[in-house]
């Protein structure tokens, strides 16, 4: 079965500072797509990648995927208290018409001010 | 606001009562899908409809568990005789598929948060 393996598992960076999130499967990667997801609440969507080295950029967010190596990653430029929360990243297109994801276990971003 | 939105947000219930989630999905949206997560893990999926059809079902859905979509928009999720290991958080996500997609983009909703006492 697919499993996607995420790192870290948590991460405390000061304010203005740069980071990176992991994203590695167990299985050739279709449609790799990076959620954020505050305490409590639903998933935001980010991002989605389809082809192998494609990247993708959302305001100071950048995502890209490796395909060779079943891998993708989030990188986060000046970092903000606003980038605070959980990153996951869900694997789809596995399952014929179905697109259900497998998600990772996340990734806690704390932002000190 | 046009989001996926999902009641009750909250759901406090003893163990051995029914409980029953809507999710209403984005407008136009042919697939549905039903997400739980609990603590410290991601979304697992639960079950998935396109249109009014349920096409797939996780084998995390026992018997207990029966979702709808009588009319291919909004979509409930029932769970029979509670036990503490239904606590979690159960998300709805929506997305619009063409034929033969693979990659739709699934929005998701704000959650139902089940305590089971």
Not at chain 2, 31 to 43: E, I, S
Request: net charge positive; glycine share 10%.
């Amino acid at each position: 079965s697919q499993e996607l393996e995420q790192s870290p598992q948590s991460l405390i960076v000061q304010e203005g500072k740069n980071l990176t999130i992991n994203c590695t499967s167990s299985k050739t990667l279709y449609g790799l797509y990076w959620y954020k997801q505050k305490y409590g609440e639903g998933l935001i969507f980010l991002m989605m990648l389809q082809k192998g080295g494609e990247e993708k950029s959302h305001e100071k967010i950048t995502a890209k995927l490796d395909e060779k190596k079943q891998q993708s990653s989030l990188h986060i430029t000046a970092s903000q208290p606003s980038h605070a929360g959980i990153y996951l990243c869900g694997a789809g297109g596995y399952g014929g018409a179905t697109n259900k994801l497998i998600f990772g276990t996340g990734t806690l971003l704390a932002v000190q001010p | 606001d046009t989001g996926v939105s999902q009641n009750p947000r909250h759901k406090i219930t003893k163990r051995g009562q029914n409980v029953t989630f809507r999710c209403d999905p984005i407008s136009e949206h042919n697939r549905l899908y039903w997400y739980r997560q609990t603590l410290g893990q991601g979304p697992e999926f639960l079950t998935y409809f396109q249109n009014e059809a349920q096409l797939e079902k996780s084998r995390l859905l026992s018997d207990r568990f029966s979702a709808e979509r009588p009319k291919g928009s909004f979509s409930t999720l029932e769970i029979q005789r509670t036990e503490q290991g239904d606590s979690a958080m159960y998300l709805c996500a929506s997305s619009l598929a063409r034929a033969g997609g693979r990659t739709d983009t699934q929005y998701f909703g704000p959650g139902t948060r089940l305590t089971v006492l």
